[in-house]
């Protein structure tokens, strides 16, 4: 397993942006898949986007004209940047990785987690 940090999360008004970034421990990070997951108070989990280990980025429906993910290897850190964000964006958002280069949907794939970061829209 990799070690992920996130950061980045905080309080925004509707409308604005924020970028949240997982770091992560060793230089294998640019072989591997990560995503980006957030759950809402009283929701489940639910998958947001994931790049592969080739550059290839998928999104969710709901966000992705509005959240961009993004990675830089020599960094080992995935980013996600989340602009006219909405109320209904507010949830704890978490990194994930995989030891594969291609990506899955669902957090059982995923055997690497970050602590979570939090994000608040307000109106």
């Known amino acids: 397993q990799v070690q992920l940090v996130e950061s980045g999360g905080g309080s925004v008004q509707a409308g604005g942006s924020l970028r949240l970034s997982c770091k992560a421990s060793?230089?294998?990070?640019?072989?591997?898949?990560v995503a980006w997951f957030r759950q809402a108070p009283g929701k489940e989990r639910e998958w947001v986007a994931s790049?592969?280990?080739?550059?290839?980025?998928t999104t969710i429906d709901s966000v992705k004209d509005r959240f961009t993910s993004s990675r830089d290897n020599a960094e080992n850190t995935g980013y996600l940047q989340m602009n006219s964000m909405k109320p209904e964006d507010t949830a704890m958002y978490y990194c994930?990785?995989?030891?594969?280069?291609?990506?899955?949907?669902?957090?059982?794939?995923?055997?690497?987690w970050g602590q979570g970061t939090q994000v608040t829209v307000s109106s």
């Open positions: 060793e230089i294998t990070y640019g072989r591997k898949c």
């Open positions: 790049i592969d280990g080739f550059g290839g980025v």
């Open positions: 994930a990785a995989r030891d594969f280069y291609a990506c899955g949907s669902g957090q059982a794939d995923y055997n690497s």
